[in-house]
């Protein structure tokens, strides 16, 4: 089991960036699929960006050449780096951790998520 704590958000203008991070604290995270989710006020939570040993990294259509996901094991630590921000990507963002059992049941942990405001 791991637990995760998301820091980094904050009001941007539209064009600025933001770089979130995701701590994580127990064992075998470095084997874990990782990912950064977010929802929007009133929308269902969707995913942003993911890093899996089995798909490498995905990003949504919507981040697309705007926003970098990376991973550094050894700090046991997600990021998320975001540039070119829209008003659309207001949300709050949420760090995921999770892996599927031997049995074949998912485990997924989040984090408590931190919230992101483009706004001028």
């Known amino acids: 089991q791991v637990h995760l704590v998301e820091s980094g958000g904050g009001l941007v203008q539209p064009g600025g960036s933001l770089r979130l991070s995701c701590v994580a604290s127990?064992?075998?995270?470095?084997?874990?699929?990782t990912g950064w989710y977010r929802q929007a006020p009133g929308k269902q939570r969707e995913l942003v960006a993911s890093?899996?040993?089995?798909?490498?990294?995905i990003y949504a259509d919507s981040v697309k050449g705007r926003f970098t996901m990376s991973r550094d094991n050894y700090k046991n630590t997600l990021y998320l780096q975001m540039s070119s921000l829209k008003s659309e990507d207001t949300a709050v963002y949420y760090c995921?951790?999770?892996?599927?059992?031997?049995?074949?049941?998912?485990?997924?942990?989040w984090g408590q998520g931190t919230e992101v405001t483009v706004s001028s």
């Open positions: 890093i899996s040993s089995g798909e490498g990294t």
């Open positions: 127990g064992r075998g995270f470095s084997t874990y699929d």
């Open positions: 995921n951790a999770g892996y599927t059992t031997i049995w074949g049941t998912r485990l997924d942990f």
